[in-house]
């Protein structure tokens, strides 16, 4: 059985459909149809169940498939930690992102990766819900908080200071809070997870915790959207110092009450098992901790941060 047919096989089965997974693949639907044929006719047993209107997987399908992505999966680890040995690195990563931190932060860092690692090749996908690695198209995700599920794998990046932060101009016009009595007469720009909107804010001073609870006119389910309304001077905010650092760097937002700490975060890099850890995972996952370092440290240089320790 050719290796070639095998990934024919996991390309229909991901499709539901010999000609996409044909074009996919880059060749003709009669080719790949011949593939099929020839898995099936070593097995001998049907893995598609075809009509003429759509395909889907046998029982015996559903029990082959997942052996097989396994098979090929380690087969191809094997390939990249030789490959690594010679210096040259190669392969797909597939990798999650929040909104903001994707597109803003994380986008010119991927591009000048790949630029340098030619034979690296990449699909994002960025959303600010919870990664699932069965339903989402993902092998890793980069994501704020460390992994609540034992059964996951992760490499901590960075510890992540959190700011509140508020545009020049929304200041100008509704005055700079200075004490917590005066943050619930300020517009709240809210992150909003499903049914739940974050409009209770945690700070802390002399290690004393305190929760705020804000009234605003603005929430939204994208990191990014509460950044631009932030920047544009519709309010204030609770983000990310790496998602407000080129904001904040070029005055278009301000930190406010610095001697308050908002709860600081965590960003990961998460895998669904030690499988996916390949060198490219961890090519990542030191380019990502250089870069965010740099980040913070900028962010230090300029007086927005207090000098910290970021350990990985």
Request: with cysteine; hydrophobic share 40%; proline share 5%.
């Amino acid at each position: 059985m050719l290796l070639e047919d095998l990934i024919v096989i996991l390309k229909v089965a991901e499709f539901r459909s010999i000609t996409a997974a044909a074009a996919s693949l880059d060749m003709r639907t009669a080719t790949a149809s011949a593939a099929v044929k020839r898995v099936e006719s070593t097995l001998g047993s049907d893995l598609f169940i075809r009509t003429t209107r759509s395909l889907r997987l046998s029982a015996a399908g559903e029990r082959y498939l997942p052996v097989c992505e396994q098979a090929i999966t380690m087969l191809e680890h094997a390939k990249q930690n030789l490959q690594e040995d010679t210096g040259n690195i190669e392969g797909e990563l597939r990798i999650g992102l929040s909104s903001d931190l994707g597109r803003n932060v994380i986008s010119p860092w991927l591009n000048r990766f790949m630029d340098e690692h030619s034979g690296i090749t990449m699909k994002l996908h960025l959303s600010d819900s919870n990664i699932d690695f069965y339903r989402d198209p993902v092998d890793i995700a980069l994501r704020y908080g460390s992994p609540n599920d034992a059964s996951l794998y992760g490499f901590k990046i960075c510890e992540v200071p959190r700011l509140l932060v508020a545009s020049p101009a929304y200041l100008e016009k509704h005055g700079t809070p200075k004490t917590l009595e005066d943050l619930p007469k300020h517009n709240g720009l809210f992150y909003q997870l499903h049914d739940i909107i974050y409009n209770e804010w945690e700070l802390a001073r002399d290690n004393q915790p305190v929760k705020i609870k804000m009234q605003g006119n603005r929430a939204a389910n994208d990191g990014d959207m509460v950044r631009r309304w932030c920047v544009n001077g519709h309010g204030l905010a609770v983000k990310s110092s790496l998602d407000m650092c080129d904001d904040l760097l070029n005055n278009r937002a301000v930190a406010l009450m610095p001697d308050y700490i908002v709860k600081p975060t965590q960003l990961w890099l998460i895998c669904p098992s030690r499988q996916t850890i390949t060198p490219a995972v961890r090519l990542l996952r030191d380019t990502l901790r250089t870069h965010c370092q740099y980040q913070l440290q900028q962010l230090v240089a300029a007086g927005i941060l207090p000098r910290i320790e970021s350990k990985p």
